[in-house]
């Protein structure tokens, strides 16, 4: 089953202390991507990556990192998580080339900074 | 810079009513996509449909159908006979060369028995 998977669903931290969460695809897509969700605001793109080793900055950036060593991975990293990242967070994927391809998207984490 | 506006936060009906969301957009690029996800109460999001910015036929799919107006930028997207399982936040969103998939800010639809 083609899938976009992301872990944890739910984190509650406290500011500061560094944190990661995994997404992983299966569908061999060159695209992977991150945004946050926030009321009324929709969904922002934080950072998205082409392809291994190619990452680049979305609307939103500032207190993430990304990196892309391998295809099917794109964690998302917070260096010093602050209360203002407490968002619902969906990591997405899609074919790169193919602009009339739909994202597929994870569950979503549930981040709570305290 | 491209946008998308969704100008209705929040719109309540009773089930069985006609309910019709707006999507506005901008973008200076000659070929995009358009596309409308649906995040029910659980969160995940569920793709709705698609449209290229050449192709102005409308499309129905069972209640579903969407209007996309080029000379308005507009791509917008009702329900027929509104039921309870519609309720959900319904986002539209614009996708270009360059990339980016741009969002809406989301409309929340509640559907009351």
């Known amino acids: 089953e083609a899938q976009v998977t992301q872990n944890p669903r739910y984190l509650i931290t406290v500011t500061g202390k560094k944190l990661t969460v995994t997404c992983s695809q299966n569908?061999?897509?060159?695209?992977m991507s991150w945004y946050r969700q926030d009321p009324g605001l929709g969904l922002r793109q934080i950072y998205y990556?082409?392809?291994?080793?190619?990452?680049d900055k979305g609307d939103v950036p500032e207190g993430y990192k990304v990196s892309r060593k391998e295809k099917r991975n794109f964690p998302l990293i917070l260096e010093s998580p602050s209360p203002n990242q407490t968002s619902l967070y969906f990591c997405?994927?899609?074919?790169?080339?193919?602009?009339?391809?739909?994202?597929?998207f994870g569950q979503g984490t549930r981040l709570t900074v305290v | 810079a491209q946008k998308v506006t969704q100008a209705q936060t929040e719109i309540s009906v009773v089930e069985k009513e006609d309910v019709t969301l707006d999507c506005v957009y901008e973008t200076r690029d000659t070929t995009y996509y358009l596309f409308w996800y649906k995040q029910p109460p659980s969160g995940e999001l569920v793709f709705l449909i698609r449209?290229?910015?050449?192709?102005?036929q409308n499309e129905i799919s069972g209640r579903y159908s969407w209007n996309f107006q080029k000379s308005t930028s507009s791509f917008n997207f009702t329900i027929t006979a509104s039921q309870v399982v519609d309720s959900a936040v319904y986002f539209c969103?614009?996708?270009?060369?360059?990339?980016?998939?741009?969002f809406g800010g989301g409309t929340r639809l509640m559907v009351k028995p």
């Open positions: 569908m061999n897509h060159e695209y």
């Open positions: 969103a614009l996708y270009n060369a360059g990339n980016m998939l741009t």
């Open positions: 449209r290229n910015s050449f192709d102005e």
């Open positions: 990556s082409m392809n291994v080793e190619v990452t």
């Open positions: 997405a994927s899609r074919e790169r080339t193919a602009m009339n391809t739909e994202a597929f």
